[in-house]
C-alpha cells in the first residue's frame, strides 16, 4: 500500500481507509514474534552456536534485525526474510520470460531478475515430439520455435557456472500467445501448488509466474501446437479460412482478457496477494457493478475492491 497515489474524494479516502484498517486488524497475529522491524532484538540462544545469517547484525552481543520481515531459522542459520524484495528464484518455480537473445544452442531470457536465464536447446521438447539427440539442423532451426520478443513459460532447473538455467519438458511449458504479459511485485506471488488456472466461465488461461510475470491469455487445450504448425508449414500458401479462424480470438474473449488484465492491475496497485479466488472475485465484482473495462481503473472499483476483500477476510475467519 505504501505510495498508492489515487484521485480519490474526501468520502472515497475514508472509506478506503477504513476498509485498509479492518484489513490490518484481520490480519493473522499468530507469526507476530517473527515479525521485525529494524533495529528489534531477535531472541536466540548464544549457547547454541547460532550463524547469523542476512539480515542480522551482532550488536553489544545482541542480534538485531537490520530489515524489516520474517525471521527464518534454519538449524542454527537464523536470518530475516524481507517482505518487498526482487525474486530470488528456486528449482523448481514457474516462470515467465521474455526471449532477448537467440545464441549458439541457447536463448536467453528476461525474467525480472538481476541476471537472464538460459534455455538450452536440449532443455525442451522437440517440435517433432520424439526423444533424441539435438543435431545441427535443430540449431539452424532455433529461431522457428523461439525468437527475440516471444514470451515463454518454463520451469526453474538450477544454478550452473554459467548462470540461471530453465527447462520445458512438458507440453504446458513452451510460447504464449494471443494474452497479455502483466508485470507485478513479485512478493506478491506466493509459490502455490498449482500456478496454472483455466477460468472455464471467461474461457481465459492464467499463469501466476513466481516472477511476477503474470500471463492473461485465450485458453489453447494442450496439445502439441508446434509440432502442427511444422506439418503446415509447407502448405503455407494454401490457408483455409478454418486455419484464419483457428489464430483469431473472439471479441468476447478478447473483452475478457482485458478485464482480467485490469483486475490484476488493481490488485497490484492495492497490494493484495495474487491468488486464483481473489482475481475472480475482482472479476466477479467489475461484472456485478456493470461496470465498462476501462472503469475498473477509475477510483471508485479501488475502494470497492478494498471493501470486498476485507469483507471477504472477515467471513472467512468467522467461519473458522
Not at 103 to 124: F, G, H, P, T
Not at 226 to 239: G, I, R, T
Not at 246 to 257: F, G, S, V
Request: proline share 2%; charged share 25%.
Amino acid at each position: 500500500m505504501r505510495g498508492l497515489q489515487l484521485p480519490l474524494s474526501q468520502t472515497q479516502k475514508v472509506r478506503l481507509q477504513n476498509a485498509l484498517n479492518q484489513l490490518e486488524s484481520l490480519s493473522s497475529k499468530v507469526n507476530s514474534d517473527a515479525s521485525v522491524t529494524v533495529a528489534d532484538s531477535i531472541s536466540v540462544n548464544h549457547e547454541d552456536g547460532v550463524l547469523k545469517g542476512h539480515g542480522t547484525a551482532d550488536i553489544h552481543g545482541d542480534l538485531v534485525a537490520t530489515l524489516c520481515g520474517v525471521v527464518e531459522r534454519v538449524n542454527k542459520l537464523v536470518y530475516v526474510r524481507a517482505l518487498r524484495s526482487r525474486y530470488k528464484p528456486e528449482v523448481g518455480d514457474i516462470i515467465i520470460g521474455r526471449v532477448v537473445e537467440v545464441s549458439q544452442k541457447r536463448w536467453r531470457l528476461e525474467i525480472n531478475y538481476s541476471q537472464d536465464a538460459v534455455l538450452m536447446l536440449s532443455s525442451m521438447n522437440m517440435p517433432d515430439g520424439v526423444q533424441r539427440r539435438r543435431t545441427a539442423v535443430d540449431e539452424l532451426n532455433m529461431r522457428s520455435i523461439f525468437e527475440e520478443k516471444d514470451v515463454v513459460c518454463a520451469e526453474v532447473r538450477g544454478f550452473q557456472h554459467d548462470g540461471l538455467h530453465l527447462q520445458a519438458r512438458s507440453q504446458k511449458y513452451g510460447k504464449l500467445n494471443r494474452g497479455q504479459l502483466l508485470t507485478v511485485p513479485p512478493y506478491l506471488v506466493k509459490r502455490q501448488k498449482q500456478h496454472y488456472h483455466h477460468l472455464e466461465q471467461f474461457g481465459v488461461d492464467l499463469i501466476l509466474g513466481c516472477n511476477g510475470f503474470i500471463w492473461v491469455g485465450e485458453h489453447i487445450e494442450a496439445k502439441d501446437d508446434m509440432a502442427e504448425d511444422q506439418v503446415s508449414h509447407p502448405n503455407k500458401n494454401s490457408a483455409s479460412l478454418e486455419e484464419l479462424e483457428k489464430n483469431y480470438t473472439a471479441l468476447e474473449t478478447r473483452k475478457y482478457i482485458c478485464r482480467a488484465a485490469n483486475a490484476i492491475r488493481v490488485l497490484s496497485t492495492l497490494g493484495f496477494n495474487m491468488t486464483l479466488e481473489i482475481i475472480k472475485g475482482v472479476i466477479d465484482l467489475s461484472l456485478s457493478q456493470n461496470l465498462d473495462i476501462h472503469d475498473m481503473l477509475g477510483s471508485e472499483f479501488f475502494v470497492l475492491v478494498a471493501e470486498k476483500e476485507a469483507e471477504r477476510r472477515s467471513s472467512s475467519k468467522k467461519k473458522r
